[in-house]
């Protein structure tokens, strides 16, 4: 669980910020990180109105990832990731949107499974057999990649190892 009470405040700024736009009933609420990710309707609102760069920059500092790495998830360069930065309230388009939300996923439960992000990250560069001799990190850049990574985590949790 997150104890970052910044970060609990982007959350709920960005529930709404949502139920705004879309007159949902969750109006003014408080709601952690958790409940968020667990929430899918309340993604989904989130990615198609867009993520703001300071609530991917909380989830950037709570991830293991590099920026490079997230330039290369999401398909633009660290100048473009360094220029959002810059720029005043900036929102990501839905598809950036989308793949900031599935990075949140995977780090959150690849953190509650290794206990710590370093051990996460030295898992994630590490090839596998039961992914192919891929490395867990490599898989992430498309949604299929991040479902067996997910799948892995799951077993691993589980305590079944292939």
């Known amino acids: 669980m997150i104890d970052n009470k910044y970060f609990e405040k982007e ?3 960005l529930v709404n910020e949502v139920s705004a736009v879309y007159k949902s009933e969750t109006k003014n609420v408080d709601i952690s990180y958790n409940d968020f990710l ?9 990615i198609r109105n867009g ?7 909380k989830i950037k ?11 290369g998830f999401l398909g633009v360069s660290t100048k473009t990731l360094q220029r959002f930065k810059n720029e005043k309230k900036h929102l990501f388009k839905p598809q950036h949107s989308e793949k900031i939300i599935e990075l949140a996923e995977v780090t959150n439960y690849g953190n509650e499974v290794f206990d710590s992000n370093d051990q996460f990250y030295i898992w994630l560069k590490s090839p596998s057999i039961a992914l192919g001799n891929m490395t867990p990190l490599e898989l992430l850049k498309d949604s ?6 997910m799948e892995e985590l799951n077993r691993i949790d589980q305590g079944v190892f292939v």
């Open 144 to 149: 299929y990649g991040k479902e067996m990574v």
């Open 11 to 13: 959350v709920s700024n």
């Open 61 to 71: 500092e709570l991830s293991p990832f590099s920026e490079k790495d997230w330039a």
């Open 38 to 46: 667990n929430n899918k309707l309340l993604i989904v609102h989130s």
């Open 51 to 57: 993520i703001s760069y300071s609530f991917y920059n």
